[in-house]
């Protein structure tokens, strides 16, 4: 042993380094945790346990509403709607490798259906069937409450117990008794005579009330499974109906929850009619002990392993559960109604757990149109997923995956991810019924920008009048296989960088082959849609441009300053003071007329928008506050396209588009490049491709006016 764990005596770089890396590891286990997720006791001890805190006896949907709970929320409004952030979903667990963005109502509405069952209003007698397109992450909400009930059941506040029974059966010769664990998991408290349960709940209940941390009430519902039935029954009749001495054969433990391990997790899948039957899901017929037992309906001779049988006290989740047979949906009328299940030869079991399914849209439609299938669907509570229709959430799906943390060998130009996730987006808006309304605009008031002539009602219309808005469109895994596309194609290779145009070129390639585009008017209408982004990118990088040319921050004082007082000057019908010859003159009408027409101000609202402007800065001095250049956004908007004008012939930007650029000309140029790689996350390659589009655009727009 000390050969393995390192030897004073080792040469350097040998066993001494075996050893430092086993006290690494070491250091990262805790014991303790170890210990406590192992205990064991006798059932007296767990009487004393439940007494304390009743909460470990919860039942499978108050778990996962308090699960869901304990991670935090967030309340905020929008649209005039009171909505929650549950943090839950954000994946904390695994620092948001399964995190959800933007489906927050739906969410809400998810969380409520599991707070209601908490309470046992219902709803905890119900299928919950999670609906909406491909790629729409339905799976990954059931992979996340998966995932998050395993870790609950690792804290302290998630602790739940099940039981095994210590029987001197095929003792060997140490005379050592054997263990037979609960083959469902069952909560300990199941063996609890159902005429003593009233008194025992009660109590239990005063205290679970008390605590004001969850919701309902400790409830026990059934028997326990046939084979602990089996046990139960004949240690009663070995000790003459005597429970304390028949219990005392329990021993009880820490109960884990884990998929991997088949224990309170199940996951079904549908597979080939002819290899897959219902034993799957309730058990079958262990025939090597039929000869040892006798009979093939002796609950020892059966193996208790089927998907609702070993998510017991836990979730299982039925992956495309509208594509299984027939014979398999009955099963789950009685698993989600009665709360019991039918192994084979056995009476009715009953169990714990939340069954939660998925489907798509063709699935659901065809379920709906089956008249034969009308007590399934009276027995689930559908929840729709559909895709995120705000930009700012669908950018975050991508940047989970493609983010400049996680990519590192390629530059990923900045607003590349946008104009996908854009694209994506409009893709699963309708067209709004309000005219004058641009779906481009739909999309940015979706995600909280303000429009001129728009409020929080006419958004709150917008939404209300596009019922099915997200249940269609461009699914985020086909972006998400496009971006790697465009990261392993030879241009990005050769060029260590990928941008919006590489990207846009290979979005529209796909949609030739898309496998669910199946019309040509909506591979057409598509490739609108990208048009549509193309120009919206355009005003986006010209933007930029504009802004890096005019980061001269004194300069763009002084016009502010200028403009100020020509404004104030002219509300208060008064002459400004020229600097250079001392004289009074008349407010500088030209001046201001050239900002003020950068951002739409019309000759007959001049007056209005000079006397805001003005208002403005004295409700910030009565607030003890200090007017800016830069306080007042459409102001500053104004100054910086005044300034760009101003300032573009004399950096003759178009230049670029030639092969000739004098020193002074280039000595500009590699300024604003720096600015932009600066301010905006450019590296040199892709500011300066950006540089070169913005001038042909201006060089264009020039030779037009000529």
């Known amino acids: ?109 998810l969380v409520d259906v599991f707070r209601s069952a ?29 995932k998050g009930l395993e870790a609950y059941s690792r ?60 919701r309902g009430k400790i409830r026990l519902h059934g028997e326990v499974n046939p084979f602990c039935r089996k046990v139960m029954a004949d240690l009663m009749a070995h000790y003459d109906g005597d429970w304390r001495q028949a219990v005392s054969h329990v021993k009880v433990k820490r109960l884990i929850l884990s998929e991997k391990n088949r224990v309170g997790i199940g ?9 897959q039957d219902s034993t799957e899901l309730t058990g079958d017929i262990n025939y090597r002990k039929i000869a040892r037992y006798g009979s093939d309906s002796d609950p020892r ?3 208790f392993d089927g998907e609702l049988c070993i998510a017991n006290r836990g979730l299982c989740e039925f992956i495309e559960v509208l594509k299984l047979d027939v014979a398999f949906l009955y099963d789950l009328l009685g698993a989600s109604q009665e709360r019991v299940i039918k192994p084979k030869k056995f009476a009715q079991t009953s169990i714990d757990e939340v069954i939660i399914g ?28 559909p895709y995120n229709v ?100 030879a241009q990005a290779m050769e060029e260590k960088q990928v941008n919006p145009f590489m990207l846009m070129n290979e979005l529209e390639a796909g949609l030739s082959h898309h496998s669910l585009i199946t019309d040509d008017e909506t591979r057409k209408h598509y490739r609108e849609l990208l048009a549509v982004v193309m120009q919206e990118y355009e005003d986006i990088i010209k933007g930029e441009v504009q802004r890096a040319i005019c980061a001269d921050e004194d300069a763009i004082k002084r016009l502010c300053t200028n403009y100020i007082e020509n404004v104030r000057a002219s509300t208060q019908r008064e002459k400004v003071q020229n600097k250079y010859t001392g004289k009074y003159e008349e407010p500088d009408e030209r001046l201001m007329r050239s900002i003020e027409e950068k951002i739409d101000i019309p000759e007959s609202r001049k007056d209005d928008f000079r006397h805001e402007i003005m208002n403005y800065i004295g409700a910030l ?65 892709s500011a300066a491709d950006v540089l070169n589009y913005v001038a042909s655009i201006f060089a264009r727009g020039d030779a037009k006016g000529d």
């Not at 309470?119 to 998966?146: F, M, Q, W």
């Not at 602790?159 to 037979?180: H, I, Q, R, V």
């Not at 760009?644 to 670029?656: V, Y």
């Not at 604003?672 to 450019?682: A, E, L, V």
């Open 621 to 685: 001095a009565l607030d003890g506050k200090k007017f800016e250049y830069n306080t007042n956004a459409r102001l500053y908007k104004a100054l910086e396209l005044k300034l760009f004008e101003d300032q573009r012939d004399t950096i003759k930007l178009k230049n670029l588009v030639s092969s000739v650029v004098d020193d002074q000309t280039q000595q500009k140029i590699d300024l604003i490049k720096k600015r932009m790689i600066d301010q905006f996350g450019y590296s040199d390659r």
């Open 155 to 214: 804290t302290d506040p998630g602790a739940m117990y099940t039981y095994s029974w210590m029987l001197d059966e095929d003792a060997g010769p140490t005379g050592k008794s054997t263990e037979f664990a609960s083959p469902m998991h069952e909560e300990p408290l199941m063996l609890v005579p159902v005429e003593a349960r009233g008194d025992l709940l009660g109590r239990l209940n005063e205290t679970y009330s008390k605590s004001g941390k969850h």
């Open 358 to 385: 998925h489907t798509n849209e063709p699935e659901y439609k065809k379920l709906q149109s089956n008249e034969l299938m009308e007590a399934f669907r009276d027995r689930t509570i559908r929840i729709d997923v």
């Open 118 to 146: 908490a309470e046992g209003y219902g709803t905890d007698r119900r299928i919950l069937l999670l609906h909406g397109p491909v790629g729409s992450s339905k799976s990954t909400i059931a992979r996340l409450l998966k």
């Open 301 to 303: 001779a059966f193996n």
């Open 390 to 489: 705000r930009l700012d959430d669908e950018i975050r799906i991508y940047q989970k995956d493609f983010g400049t943390d996680r990519i590192k060998s390629i530059h990923i130009a900045p607003h590349t991810l946008e104009v996908a996730a854009m694209w994506a987006v409009l893709t699963r808006l309708e067209e709004p019924k309000k005219a004058g309304v641009t779906l481009m605009q739909k999309l940015k008031l979706y995600n909280g920008k303000s429009l001129p002539g728009f409020t929080e009602d006419s958004v709150k219309e917008l939404r209300e009048e596009a019922h099915r808005e997200g249940m269609h469109g461009i699914s985020p895994r086909y972006i998400q296989d496009k971006v790697s596309n465009s990261l392993v194609s």
């Open 1 to 109: 042993m000390s050969d393995f764990f390192g030897d004073s005596n080792a040469g350097p770089g040998e066993r001494v380094g075996s050893g430092d890396l086993l006290s690494m590891i070491d250091s990262k286990l805790n014991r303790k945790q170890f210990h406590d997720q192992h205990w064991e006791g006798s059932l007296a001890d767990y009487l004393k346990i439940v007494e304390k805190r009743p909460e470990v006896a919860r039942n499978a949907f108050q778990r996962v509403y308090d699960m869901i709970m304990s991670f935090g929320t967030e309340k905020y409004r929008r649209f005039k709607r009171d909505l929650v952030r549950y943090h839950f979903f954000s994946d904390p667990i695994e620092h948001g490798a399964d995190g959800i963005f933007g489906l927050d109502r739906q969410l809400m509405q």
């Open 267 to 275: 996951t079904f899948q549908p597979k080939d009619e002819k290899n």
